[in-house]
């Protein structure tokens, strides 16, 4: 997040001063092309549960409180996508962090059947991935805004590894070392109705919002999930400008599989800041 911090504000500090009107371009609401490369200042909260398979249910844990990772991270994020005949657009969005932690447990644990003793020495680390693909039907577009509706679909993914030691008195006037080991992996699809609006403030400025979401029920994979972001774009050249976007991802999910039950909720929300090509 202190990255993020340092580079937003130099990079639009950079854009700003551009000499705007030497390079004043007709910006529409909609790109025939583009790709957006750039970080992402993600405030996360992870948690878990798992359950065993004597239908015990395990531990609610959270990755950030519970297990040390941290709640701040910065990641490579990407937005790319086209348009055709003004009005059908389809676009890829994503991002991924990854995150270490280590600490001592303040509390026992309960991860599928596996148990994290109180005071054992923990060390873990995650990769999470979030990856969206839309297509959305613009069926109001003139020179200077448009809205229209869609679907998609938003993939999580969690893959994280978490490992414990405890020592105890064995009762003899020794110590016995207990470990336990535990990865987790877990991946699903989220189908998504979305509605999008854009909005030209002037040559070189424009404004987009963007709303998605879904609730599922029954299967083996349930729940709900809200994807939504707020944007401002700045193209002093044609075809190379920046946009600053605001982004947030909420995803509840429960799954009832042969092996194991279990939920997951996962948040993160914050500031990207992109450099985008367009044409």
Do not use: C
């Not at 001063?17 to 992402?40: E, I, N, S, T």
């Not at 002093?236 to 009832?256: I, M, Q, R």
């Not at 042969?258 to 996962?266: A, F, M, P, Q, V």
């Amino acid at each position: 997040m202190r990255i993020a911090a340092r580079v937003l504000p130099a990079a639009l500090a950079v854009a700003l001063m551009a000499p705007v009107a030497a390079f004043a371009q007709d910006l529409a609401p909609l790109d025939r092309y583009w790709l957006g490369l750039g970080g992402y200042g993600s405030d996360n909260d992870l948690d878990i549960r798992i359950d065993g398979e004597d239908g015990v249910a395990g531990s609610n844990v959270d990755f950030q409180r519970d297990l040390g990772f941290d709640e701040r991270e910065t990641a490579f994020t990407y937005d790319l996508g086209f348009t055709l005949a003004d009005k059908h657009q389809f676009a890829v969005t994503g991002h991924r962090y990854s995150s270490e932690a280590g600490r001592t447990l303040s509390r026992e644990l309960d991860i599928d059947d596996e148990i994290y003793a109180v005071d054992a020495a923990f060390a873990g680390k995650m990769d999470i991935d979030v990856t969206s693909a839309s297509y959305t039907w613009f069926f109001h577009r003139n020179e200077r805004n448009a809205f229209g509706v869609g679907l998609g679909g938003v993939h999580y993914a969690l893959d994280a590894e978490l490992a414990a030691s405890a020592v105890a008195d064995d009762g003899e006037g020794g110590e016995v070392v207990t470990t336990v080991d535990k990865r987790i992996d877990e991946s699903a699809w989220a189908p998504m109705i979305r509605a999008q609006y854009s909005q030209v403030i002037n040559d070189q400025w424009r404004f987009n919002v963007e709303l998605a979401g879904v609730r599922k029920s029954g299967g083996s994979v349930s729940g709900d999930a809200v994807d939504a972001s707020a944007s401002i774009d700045y193209f002093p050249w044609k075809h190379f400008g920046f946009s600053l976007k605001y982004n947030y991802n909420d995803v509840s999910l429960k799954y009832k599989k042969t092996s194991y039950r279990g939920k997951l909720d996962l948040v993160n929300q914050g500031p990207q800041l992109l450099a985008v090509v367009k044409f």
